[in-house]
C-alpha cells in the first residue's frame, strides 16, 4: 500500500497530512500535523514574504519533511496558495525550499485551489444532485465554488482572506466604526461581484470549509452547550449566530476575545473579518444556515494524487521484466520518488517514440532511457544538492542484475546529464565513452531532460505528450488540471534537445477533455 505526505503551504498556517493509499482507491489517515506559521504576515501590503516569514516557513517545512521520511513516507506532494503565489519572491521561497529539503513546491492558482477544495469536500460529504456553495476562507484568499454530487460546475478565488483583510482594513483591536464599514463595504463588492458572474442564483446548501469556519463552529457549541465540539465535520452553524459572534468580536479588545470560548487564541486578530465573510456570503445566497465541513484541500490533493495514478500504483506490484525488475529495485533502495519516477519514464518513451525518425535508435536504446529516467532521481539518497551527479555514483557502482557493465555506464550518464550541465569531453565517465554511445546518451539525456521538466511538480499535471516534427519540434502536452509550471520549466530545458536535433522546440497544451474529444 502507498504512502503519501500531502503538505499545505497556506498563508495562515502549514500543514501536513500523512495518508496510506489503500488497494481499494480509498485512503486513511494515520496522522495530521499544523503550524500556524503566519507566512503571509505583512506579504500583501510589501508584494513579498518577509525574512522571518520565510525563516520561519522553511524551519517548518524541514521538520516536517524530516518527520514524514523518519515515518516511511517518501512520496511527499506539497502545495503553496495565495501567500506564496502573489509575492514578487515567492520563487525564491521555493528554491530555498527545495535546496533544504529536496521537495519541490507546487504554486497552485487560486481556481486550482478551489478545484482541489471542491473534490475533498465532495468526497467527504453527501452532496445533493442540486447546487451547493462551498466557501473557503483561507488567509490570504477566498474561494467560492458551486458544484453537485457530480462535479463542481464554477468557482471563484477572490483576494479576501482574513490576513488581507486584517491588514487592509482592521488596523486596530477593536475596530473603529469607519474600519467596520470598509471591511464591509469591500467584501460585499467582491461576493456580490463574484456570485453574479455565476449562472446558478439558488443553493441546497452552503458548506463552509477551512479553520476560520470550524473555530466558529467550535464557538457556537461552546456557547450553547458549555462543552467542546465533538465532531467538527457536518456541524450546523445558524445566520443568528455568525451576527452575534460578529457583534462581539467588533467591540471586543484583545483581551476579551481571548476570553471568549472556544475562541483559537491564533486566530484572535483574524477571525473577525472571516467571520464577516462568512455572514455576507450567508446573506448574499439566501441562507439561513451553513455546514462546516472539516475535509478541504489537503483531502483534495489525496484524491486527485488517486486519481492521476492509478495505473502507476498498480504496476508497482506487477515487474515481470528482469532487468526492469532490478532497475525499480535499486530505485526503491534508495527511496526515489517512484510515482513521479514512472511517470517521467512514461513521457521520456512516448517522445523517444514521437521522434524516432529524427534519432533512428532502437529497443535497447529504448530499455537504456526508461531505465534512466527510472533511476534519475536516486541522488537524493545522498544530497538534493548535486542529485544529479550522485545518481551516476549510485548507478555506475551498483550491480544491476541484467545489465552489462557497458550498459550500467550509459545508464548512469544519461541519469547524470538529465539537468544542469550537457555532456562535455572534460566529463569523467562520458569521455570514456564510444563515438556512437556518445551520441546515443546525448540523445537520450536529451530527452529526459524534457520529460523530468514536464513533471516538474511531480504531481503528473502533463498525461502524455504528442509530437509534431517539422522544421520546428512542436511538442504538444495534455494537460489535467494546473500545468503551467510544467510548461515554462519545459521550456528551459531544451537547449541538449535542440542541439541533437537541430532544429528549435516549442510547447504547447490542451486540456485532457480536448484531446479525448
Given at each position: ?12 498556517s502549514?500543514?501536513?497530512?500523512l ?12 496522522d ?8 503571509g504576515?505583512?506579504?500583501?501590503a ?7 516569514a520565510i525563516?520561519?516557513?522553511?524551519g517548518?517545512l ?15 506532494t ?21 535546496e533544504?529539503?529536496g521537495i ?14 471542491f ?30 454530487r457530480d ?5 471563484k ?10 491588514d487592509?482594513?482592521v488596523?486596530?483591536?477593536p ?10 463595504e469591500a ?24 479553520g ?12 450553547q452547550?458549555g ?5 467538527l ?11 452575534m459572534?460578529?457583534?462581539e ?13 472556544g ?17 455576507r ?5 439566501g441562507?439561513d ?13 489525496i ?24 532497475v ?6 534508495c ?9 517521467v519514464?512514461g513521457?521520456?518513451?512516448r517522445?523517444?517514440d514521437?521522434?524516432?525518425r529524427?534519432?533512428?535508435l ?15 532521481d ?16 549510485l548507478?555506475?557502482?551498483?550491480d ?19 539537468r ?14 564510444s ?34 516534427i ?6 504538444v ?6 500545468a ?9 530545458r ?5 542541439q541533437?536535433?537541430?532544429r528549435?522546440?516549442?510547447f ?10
Open positions: 500500500m502507498a504512502k503519501l505526505a500531502v503538505i499545505d503551504i497556506g498563508t495562515n502549514i500543514h501536513m497530512v495518508a496510506e493509499i489503500l488497494p481499494d482507491a480509498s485512503y486513511k489517515i494515520l495530521r500535523f499544523k503550524d500556524m506559521t503566519r507566512l504576515n505583512g506579504a500583501f510589501a508584494k513579498r514574504l518577509s525574512d522571518e525563516g520561519r516557513g522553511v517548518v524541514k521538520t516536517l519533511v524530516t518527520l514524514a521520511r523518519n515515518k516511511g513516507f517518501e512520496r511527499i506539497a502545495v503553496a496558495t495565495s501567500a506564496v503565489r502573489e509575492v514578487k519572491n515567492g520563487g525564491d521561497f521555493v528554491d530555498l525550499v527545495e533544504q529539503t519541490k513546491i507546487r504554486v497552485i492558482s487560486g481556481i486550482e485551489e478551489a478545484r482541489l477544495i473534490l475533498g469536500v465532495r468526497h467527504s460529504m453527501a452532496l445533493s444532485d442540486k447546487p451547493t456553495l462551498v466557501v473557503d476562507v483561507g488567509g490570504g484568499s477566498v474561494e467560492l465554488i458551486v458544484g453537485t462535479g463542481l460546475q464554477h468557482a478565488s477572490l483576494r479576501l482572506g482574513a490576513i488581507r483583510l486584517s487592509q482594513y488596523t486596530k483591536t475596530p473603529t466604526d469607519a474600519m467596520v464599514k470598509q471591511l464591509n467584501v460585499s463588492l467582491s461576493l456580490k461581484g463574484a456570485l453574479d458572474t455565476f449562472k446558478v442564483k439558488q443553493f441546497d446548501a452552503v458548506v463552509a470549509t477551512s476560520m469556519a470550524g473555530n466558529v463552529a467550535e464557538i457556537v457549541h461552546m456557547r452547550t462543552r467542546p465540539l465533538p465532531q465535520n457536518l456541524a450546523k452553524v445558524r445566520l443568528k449566530d455568525l451576527r459572534i460578529e457583534t468580536l467588533s467591540k471586543s479588545s484583545v483581551k476579551a476575545r481571548l476570553a471568549i470560548p475562541l483559537d487564541p491564533k486566530r484572535v486578530d483574524t477571525l473577525f473579518p472571516a467571520v464577516v465573510v462568512l455572514r456570503v450567508m446573506e448574499l445566497s441562507a444556515e451553513m455546514t462546516v465541513c472539516d475535509k478541504a484541500i489537503r483531502e483534495g490533493v484524491y486527485d494524487f488517486i486519481d492521476r495514478h492509478r495505473d502507476g500504483l498498480k504496476a508497482e506490484r506487477e515487474i515481470p521484466d528482469v532487468r526492469r525488475r532490478n525499480i529495485g535499486l530505485a526503491r533502495r527511496h526515489a520518488p517512484e510515482v513521479h519516477s514512472l511517470h519514464a513521457l521520456a518513451l517522445l523517444f514521437q521522434t524516432k529524427l534519432h533512428n532502437g529497443e535497447v536504446e529504448r530499455s537504456w532511457l526508461e531505465y534512466a529516467a527510472v533511476l534519475h536516486i541522488g537524493y539518497l545522498i544530497n538534493p544538492r548535486q542529485h544529479h551527479k550522485h545518481a551516476y555514483y548507478i555506475k557502482n551498483s544491476i542484475g541484467g545489465l552489462t557493465a557497458e550498459e550500467i555506464e550509459v545508464v548512469a550518464n544519461i541519469a547524470r546529464y538529465h544542469r550541465s550537457m555532456p562535455a569531453a572534460k566529463h569523467e565517465g562520458y569521455a570514456d565513452l563515438l556512437k554511445l556518445k551520441r546515443t546518451v546525448r540523445i537520450l539525456s536529451a530527452l529526459l531532460r524534457v520529460a523530468d521538466a514536464l513533471d516538474r511538480t511531480h504531481f503528473s499535471a502533463v498525461q502524455t505528450v504528442n509530437v509534431k517539422g522544421q520546428t519540434l512542436r511538442i502536452a495534455t494537460v489535467s488540471g494546473d503551467a509550471m510544467e510548461i515554462w520549466s519545459a521550456s528551459q531544451t537547449d541538449l534537445l535542440e541533437v536535433f537541430r528549435r522546440v516549442q504547447s497544451e490542451v486540456p485532457q477533455e480536448s484531446e479525448k474529444s
